[in-house]
């Protein structure tokens, strides 16, 4: 038999004191086994290289003294909890960085990322996508539907927008942004409803409770409304003609020529947090 070694004569005079074997091999099989620090490493190989480029990426960006603050834009009626574990996460790993979060309307976000007023943002996709822009889709979620659990439809498994038509649907949005959210919902989506306005997404759940109307969210904001224990809300899938569901594409944006580490690490951050929702 033929055993495969290191170079001894590659290895340093210090670590042949304790040398590591990682594996044997003999050539009557060609067969491979692990010795028993092959394995340990085999087994924590995966831990040990994430952490290695959390610490290369916390390294560059503690480098570049300039990036002290990342300002996030979400959308204001996004009931993700995921946004709070990102920012979280991203504070223990680079605690030197401040983040600033702003709430808008998609086009809102539009325009503070225009202006630059803030540094990306994180919104569904109502427009073609822009080769200005670093556009990166972290999640395809299909549209759901919020009812009180005492309304008549919500015994039904799934429901349509014919089924909407003689329902109120509540959007949230501030005086100055109802037309526009109100023109999306019902040239967009195809909703055919009469409009309600909540202020804030608690306002809008507590419209729902109050059976005012429904609302549209999609998967991930139904995680977040059982995370906050509301029985008296229930949800349903909305599906379109022939029964296909429909669904809503979000990303995260920012202009190309302001891409940092802090950036693309944000970004990093959030995709790994929504992944844990979808789990």
Request: with cysteine; glycine share 4%; charged share 25%.
């Amino acid at each position: 038999s033929v055993t495969f070694t290191m170079l001894w004569s590659s290895v340093n005079a210090e670590d042949r004191k304790n040398p590591v074997v990682l594996h044997s091999c003999k050539s009557d099989t060609l067969s491979f086994f692990w010795a028993t620090a092959g394995k340990f490493l085999y087994r924590h190989a995966p831990d040990l290289l994430e952490s290695a480029a959390q610490l290369e990426a916390a390294t560059t960006i503690v480098g570049q003294r300039q990036i002290s603050h990342l300002t996030v834009g979400y959308l204001r009626e996004y009931a993700g909890i995921d946004i709070a574990r990102a920012v979280s996460t991203f504070n223990q790993h680079f605690p030197k960085i401040q983040i600033n979060l702003r709430q808008g309307n998609h086009e809102e976000l539009y325009d503070l990322l225009n202006d630059e007023k803030v540094d990306l943002i994180f919104s569904d996709q109502r427009r073609a996508l822009s080769d200005e822009y670093i556009n990166r889709k972290l999640v395809t979620t299909n549209l759901m539907i919020l009812f009180s659990s005492h309304h008549p439809l919500a015994s039904k498994k799934s429901v349509g927008r014919a089924d909407l038509t003689d329902q109120a649907c509540i959007l949230i949005a501030p005086e100055s942004q109802q037309k526009e959210e109100a023109n999306y919902y019902r040239q967009t989506l195809g909703i055919k409803s009469d409009f309600v306005f909540a202020q804030t997404l608690e306002g809008a759940y507590t419209m729902v409770a109050a059976n005012r109307g429904y609302m549209i969210t999609d998967q991930l904001g139904v995680v977040s409304s059982r995370n906050l224990n509301l029985p008296m809300i229930k949800s349903l899938p909305l599906h379109g003609a022939g029964g296909t569901l429909v669904h809503r594409d979000y990303y995260l944006f920012w202009q190309e020529e302001r891409t940092t580490p802090a950036t693309e690490e944000f970004a990093k951050t959030l995709e790994r947090e929504i992944a844990k929702l979808e789990d």
